[in-house]
Structure formats: structure tokens, C-alpha cells
């Protein structure tokens, strides 16, 4: 049975006609907006971009669903197929820092002291969960929560789930979330192999690339506690990936199990780990090789017309994908907003500026399905290889993280704006 | 001086370029122009349709099939180029001596077998991009004696590429236009003449029309010099500037803002004509 269901499973995300046979086959997804959405996605109908304040709200109220339907930590997303997901532990600790940050979006740009409050009490309420399902040796569950799994620790999720307490503690001064925190930080030095690599606890039992964005909340921690051991965990891992970058900008290792792509989401997984460490190490070569590798992308995205990034880029980046991953979409926004910021060129800022106006154009503003009004899908279209007929809450997540970058820098830019 | 122009009779900028060599007594040899897929976006796109050009352009010139998916997407735009075009009066017509004795040729794309064959049986002293269908190849450029020659709407070598004079404005608060020898590269070929113009126009697409202007008047000053030899090409070095790209509309609104700011403190507009 098993081999069975791993076939179905392959061929399932392989074939794009298998994908969208799989929604008329399921009779759940025969509802109006569904339809609508498939329709539209097939047809390459978008949607009209307006502020940025109105797509950010849209998408932090979808994002607050997420977590008013579980009542503990963020639902994974919501699925045509399946409804709402079990809550994503890792996935909750990143989006910690998105609640807590537009909270104050809402009240520095708009006073809303309500929607803030209400942002800072949920990012605080999924931190106190996050700290209930901590697993014994420090570590945090892998995949979906639910109490009848048989709970694994794992690296990447550990890490993410870092940020968010971290995050916990500096806004609520509360050391139990420091102490957690710093379970996980040893939990992480330890399992660490002697080359930097984590291979114990992961998903794909080999070294990978997007683990920069575990060695990241490392130096996070390390900035707290000032416990050295946590910063040559990181740099033990951070020179290890930093010699997986080729002379085109190219990274090896950094798509989950195809060593022959790369796919913009965890590709941008580890030029954000290695560039955020950059920074606080001042380490200016690992700020080079993301700056440059950036510019390739830039590059690729403006010579060749793209709307919306392909999800999935061969060794000479060529697109091997006939569809985009929105989040990877909003993640590689969000680095170029960050490197224009690092390097003064205004160019890294344009392209994210035209990714972010794409990507508005694919959530829907209104309309009475509330389950993906303000969402952010998996793939574009919906029935794309990435988190097909799926709205991941981490789509979400980054979506919000570009549009509040992108709003702190025109706002930056003063009278001019 | 023997002289083929590349672009189309309905660009504005082919017609500012031919309407300059006139104006100098340099008559091209020949116009060869390139069929763009979407007739009417070719320009519609443009920042810089003034009542002057849409004099100088017939309704057929510019509007085919494809103006429909046009006209689908920028209802008001199409209507009112549409409009403009119709309702100027005959008087108002502007002559289109530009084309007199010029032969005209067509091809699919100026990098063609065809274009080629064209060049080879002219075989011109200079190529003026006004503009190209695309980067030309080396067995184009290989083709003109002294060599092709391009205006560009901003300061070579530092801003290359797309929207180089909102680049320009949102940076450094200045404009200028260069012409360059063209190479296989985005305005990478040596360079012929830099030139600053004045900032002191509020408006975005009224200083496209003015720069536009003063590279076709740039460029056939650059041709004359060319002529007699009085000019010194100089390389650059790819690392000089970097390669911009479309900017977005939210950076376009800043450079806007950063022009009206200027013509305050000014409190001028000059004249365009």
C-alpha cells in the first residue's frame, strides 16, 4: 500500500495534467470561488493591485484565521482538497515576527492600536505554544502538530522556530522564552556534524545549503546570550555553504532533493540565511556571494520579462518551471529589498518592487469565501508544482514581509514618495 | 557620407532623426525598417507622444489587428491617441518630406538574412539605430565602414540600459544624452559625445521629448564630426556603470516628484520646440 501511495504521491506533483485532473476528480472542489480561482489562473487573469496597506490588512486577517481555526499555532494553510491543515510548529515561529512587526506597521503608519494589540497577543499566544510542544532534548517537532504523531525533532523547523522565541523575548522581556530558546541553540550545536553539515534530524538525511537559515537564529542567539559556542556552531555551517555557490552565483544543495534546480523558496531560504549572518558577523564575503547572486536573479527576471519568477531555475538560470512559487516570489523580494539597502543599488529595489506588484495581483481583495480571501497561493497557477490547490500560511508570511519592506523604504524615501 | 537608418516612419524618434539629416544636408541612402509584432504598442508604450508626432503619423501607419488586444487593455490611452490622430485638422498636418528620396526597405528583424543582404548591396559608411528591432549581432556590425552609431537618453558609461534619464533624475538630480559607437553588448560601445541637457521641466514625458530631441540633434552632429574626422572615440570599461532595467511606477512617481520640485525652485519650463 505504501509504495503505492508514494507513487501516486510522485506522478501527483510531476504532472501538471494529473494536478488539475485531481481538482475536478474531488468533488470538495466544486464550490464557486474554487472554481473561480482555477478559472482565472488558468485563463492568467489577475487581480487589481491597490495600496499596499490594504493588501497587508487582507493578508494578516487570512493569517489570523489561520490561527483563530486552531486555537495553538498557525495552521500549515488551507487546502481545496483537504480544509484546514493541522498547525505547522516551524512555520508558526517565523510568522511570529511578521504579527509582531505589522502590529506596529498598524499603529506607527496608522495609530490602530486594536489591530496592533490584537497582532502582539497572538504572536505571544502561539510563543507560549510553541514552548508547550518543545520535545525533551531541546528540539522542536518536525511536519504538522497533532497530538497522535510520534514527534521527531528536526533541524530546519528548530531553527525557524528560534526566531519566534527570540522574537518572543525581546518584545515581552519573558526569560522563558530565552530559556527555550537556548534548549533549542544546544540542541542544534549538538546534533551538528564536524564539517558544519546537519544531516541527523532533517528531512533529507544530507547537508543543505538552506540551513544558513538555521545557522541565522544561531547568531540571533548568540547576540542574546553571547555564548560563542552558538556563533561557531553557525560559522561552521555558514563556510560550508558559502563554498556551495559556483562562479554563476549558483548554489549547490539548495532545492529540496533535486540536485539538478533550485527552487526559489529554499534557494531564498539560504541566500537570506547566509545574508542576515553576513550582517551581524560583518562578514562582508558572505554579503558579496548572496549581493551577487542576487544580481543574477535580478538579471534573469528583467532580460527575460518575467511577471512573477519561475519556481524552479537550472545551474545557468534558465526557468525549468512552467509555474512560479509565490512564496519563493516574496522571499527573493524581500532579499533584494534588503541588499538595496545594504549596497544603495536602487536596481535590486525595482525588481522587488515589480514582484510585489505580481504577486498583489494574485490575491483576492474580496469575495465571500473567507478561507482564501487574503491568502496567498502555494504555486501560480493554483494546480503548479509547489503546494498545488494549497494556500500555505508561510506564503502568507513572506508576502507580508515584502509589502512592510517595501513600505519602510518609500517611506524612507520621504518627500519624494 | 553614405547612411542607413534603422526604425520605423511612424516612430518618433525615426522621424526626429531624418527630419535632423535633412535639416544638415545628410540624406540617408536608405530607411530600413522592422516589422514589431504589435504594431501600435511599439509606441503606444512610450512616454513621449506629443501632439507634434501624432501630427506627422497617419491612422493606418499605426493601428493593425493587433490594436485590439491594445485597445482591450488601455481603453482611455487608445481612445484618446486615436482621437488626436483623427481630429487634427489637414492644415495642422505636418509634411512628410522626412522619407523624400529615401528608399525604404522592410525586413522582419534587423539581425535577418534579409537586412544583411540589404546592408551588403548598400554597403553603408554608418548605421544609425533609430531604433534597432533588437541587440544587433556581430555580422551586422560588422557591416558599415566607420561603424553603427546610437543615441542614448542618459550618461555613458554610468547609466546603461532602460529609463536611463528617470535613472538619471532619481539619482543625480541631472540629464544628459550620450551617442556611442554600438558593440554587441547594451550600450557598452565606445563612446562618441556626452552631452548634459537642462532639468527644469515638470513634466516626465514633455523631458523625454526634449531629451529624445537632443539626441537626434546629438547624433547628427556626432555623423558630421564623424565625416571629417574630428572626433576621438573613447572605450569603456564594462565595470564604469551598470545596466538598468524598466523602472518600476512607484520609482517613476519619485523621479516625477524630484522634477517638479526642481522646476519650482526654477520656476521655469523651457520650451520643447
Redesign the interface.
Known amino acids: 500500500m505504501e509504495p503505492n501511495a508514494n507513487l501516486i504521491k510522485r506522478l501527483y506533483y510531476k504532472h501538471q495534467i494529473i494536478r488539475m485532473g485531481s481538482f475536478f476528480l474531488d468533488p470538495r472542489c466544486y464550490h464557486y470561488s474554487k472554481l473561480k480561482i482555477f478559472l482565472a489562473n488558468l485563463l492568467n487573469k489577475k487581480y487589481s493591485e491597490t495600496e499596499n496597506s490594504i493588501h497587508i490588512k487582507k493578508a494578516m486577517e487570512w493569517l489570523l484565521r489561520s490561527y483563530a481555526i486552531t486555537k495553538t499555532g498557525s495552521s500549515a494553510g488551507y487546502s481545496f482538497h483537504n480544509s484546514w491543515m493541522d498547525p505547522y510548529p516551524e512555520t508558526t515561529g517565523y510568522i511570529i515576527e511578521t504579527f509582531y512587526d505589522s502590529g506596529q506597521y498598524f499603529l506607527d503608519y496608522f495609530g490602530d492600536r486594536d489591530v496592533s494589540g490584537l497582532y502582539r497577543t497572538c504572536a505571544h499566544d502561539m510563543g507560549k505554544w510553541l514552548l508547550e510542544i518543545q520535545l525533551v532534548e531541546g528540539g522542536f517537532p518536525g511536519g504538522t502538530f497533532s497530538s497522535e504523531k510520534i514527534l521527531t525533532p528536526n533541524v530546519f523547523n528548530t531553527g525557524q522556530i528560534l526566531l519566534g522565541l527570540l522574537r518572543c523575548y525581546s518584545e515581552t522581556g519573558d526569560a522563558c522564552f530565552l530559556e527555550s530558546g537556548i534548549k533549542a541553540g544546544d540542541w542544534l550545536a549538538e546534533v551538528q556534524n564536524p564539517d558544519g553539515t546537519w544531516t541527523k534530524y532533517t528531512y533529507e538525511g544530507e547537508g543543505r545549503s538552506y540551513h544558513a537559515r538555521v545557522s541565522w537564529p544561531l547568531l540571533e542567539l548568540f547576540k542574546v546570550t553571547k555564548n560563542e559556542s552558538y556563533r561557531d556552531t553557525a560559522i561552521a555551517n555558514l563556510d560550508w555553504v558559502s563554498k556551495n555557490f559556483d562562479k554563476n552565483g549558483w548554489c549547490e544543495f539548495s532545492n529540496f532533493f533535486d540536485k539538478t534546480t533550485t527552487l526559489t523558496h529554499t534557494f531564498a531560504y539560504t541566500l537570506r540565511g547566509l545574508l542576515e549572518s553576513g550582517v551581524i558577523l560583518s562578514r562582508q564575503d558572505y554579503i558579496d556571494t548572496v549581493t551577487f547572486t542576487a544580481e543574477k536573479i535580478?538579471?534573469s527576471y528583467?532580460?527575460r520579462k518575467y511577471d512573477l519568477l519561475p519556481a524552479l531555475f537550472d545551474k545557468s538560470w534558465n526557468s525549468v518551471a512552467n509555474y512560479s512559487c509565490l512564496t519563493g516570489c516574496a522571499q527573493i523580494s524581500l532579499i533584494l529589498s534588503k541588499i538595496y539597502l545594504l549596497t544603495d543599488?536602487?536596481?535590486f529595489?525595482?525588481?522587488a518592487?515589480?514582484i510585489n506588484?505580481a504577486l498583489k495581483q494574485t490575491q483576492i481583495l474580496s469575495g465571500s469565501n473567507q478561507n482564501i480571501l487574503g491568502g496567498i497561493q502555494g504555486s501560480y497557477p493554483i494546480y503548479g508544482g509547489y503546494m498545488p490547490m494549497i494556500y500555505p500560511n508561510w506564503a502568507a508570511k513572506f508576502f507580508v514581509d515584502a509589502l512592510l519592506s517595501e513600505e519602510n523604504i518609500?517611506n524612507s524615501?520621504g518627500?519624494?514618495? | 557620407m553614405n547612411i542607413v537608418v534603422f526604425g520605423l516612419r511612424y516612430h518618433p524618434y525615426t522621424i526626429d532623426v531624418l527630419e535632423c539629416l535633412q535639416a544638415r544636408n545628410l540624406k540617408p541612402s536608405a530607411l530600413i525598417e522592422y516589422k514589431p509584432q504589435y504594431k501600435v504598442s511599439q509606441i503606444s508604450t512610450s512616454s513621449d507622444l506629443n501632439d507634434e508626432f501624432l501630427s506627422k503619423i497617419s491612422l493606418k501607419e499605426i493601428f493593425s489587428l493587433w490594436a485590439i488586444k491594445m485597445v482591450s487593455r488601455h481603453p482611455i490611452l487608445s481612445l484618446n491617441l486615436l482621437l488626436k490622430i483623427i481630429l487634427i485638422k489637414p492644415s495642422e498636418k505636418k509634411p512628410r518630406d522626412f522619407l523624400e528620396g529615401i528608399a525604404v526597405y522592410s525586413v522582419n528583424s534587423h539581425n535577418d538574412d534579409k537586412c544583411i543582404e540589404i546592408l551588403t548591396s548598400i554597403s553603408p559608411e554608418v548605421i544609425v539605430l533609430a531604433p534597432a528591432s533588437a541587440i544587433l549581432r556581430q555580422n551586422v556590425l560588422n557591416i558599415p565602414k566607420i561603424g553603427t552609431v546610437n543615441a542614448h537618453m542618459g550618461k555613458l558609461p554610468e547609466f546603461r540600459g532602460m529609463n536611463a534619464l528617470e535613472w538619471m533624475i532619481l539619482k543625480t538630480e541631472k540629464a544628459y544624452v550620450s551617442v556611442h559607437f554600438v558593440d554587441e553588448g547594451v550600450d557598452t560601445g565606445d563612446i562618441l559625445l556626452v552631452r548634459q541637457i537642462p532639468l527644469n521641466n515638470p513634466d516626465l514625458s514633455e523631458m523625454r521629448v526634449f531629451a529624445r530631441k537632443e539626441m537626434a540633434t546629438l547624433i547628427v552632429e556626432v555623423l558630421l564630426n564623424l565625416r571629417d574626422g574630428n572626433i576621438n572615440a573613447q572605450r569603456q570599461k564594462y565595470d564604469d556603470g551598470k545596466q538598468y532595467f524598466t523602472m518600476h511606477k512607484k520609482l517613476l512617481g519619485c523621479a516625477n516628484k524630484i522634477l517638479e520640485k526642481m522646476a519650482d525652485r526654477t520656476g521655469n519650463k523651457f520650451d520643447i520646440k
Do not use: Q
Open positions: 535580478m538579471k528583467e532580460i543599488d536602487i536596481r529595489f525595482n525588481t518592487l515589480k506588484s518609500m524615501m518627500d519624494n514618495k
